[in-house]
């Protein structure tokens, strides 16, 4: 699970996020990224229904991208504040896939040190 001190989750953060946030996309995933003036980096995962009308399915891949972040929170830069939106069609993909795509972000983005394998 995602320690407290990193996860995004008032809608005052979600709204300076979208509003001020610079984007990037890589292949069914979005990054929404703004500095913050904390010393550690938050992330929130938004999935919507578009994803998948099944709540299960939804959760799944919200899982699966938490896992990702939480293993490499190390190496991503700090200070940040950072929203994952998934796409259709990410919900096909399987956890290798998903971590491929997640990691290919976060390089496109600039927020790595060096992935942990």
Request: no cysteine; glycine share 8%.
């Amino acid at each position: 699970m995602l320690p407290k001190t990193n996860r995004l989750r008032k809608e005052k953060d979600f709204g300076k996020l979208f509003k001020k946030g610079k984007s990037f996309k890589e292949g069914f995933l979005i990054l929404k990224i703004v500095k913050n003036d904390l010393k550690e980096s938050r992330f929130g995962f938004i999935v919507s229904q578009k994803v998948s009308k099944k709540a299960v399915l939804r959760n799944k891949v919200k899982r699966r991208l938490r896992d990702i972040v939480r293993h490499n929170i190390k190496n991503i830069e700090k200070g940040i504040d950072a929203a994952l939106i998934a796409l259709p069609g990410l919900e096909k993909k399987n956890f290798l896939e998903t971590k491929g795509i997640l990691e290919a972000l976060f390089k496109k983005a600039g927020l790595v040190k060096g992935i942990k394998k």
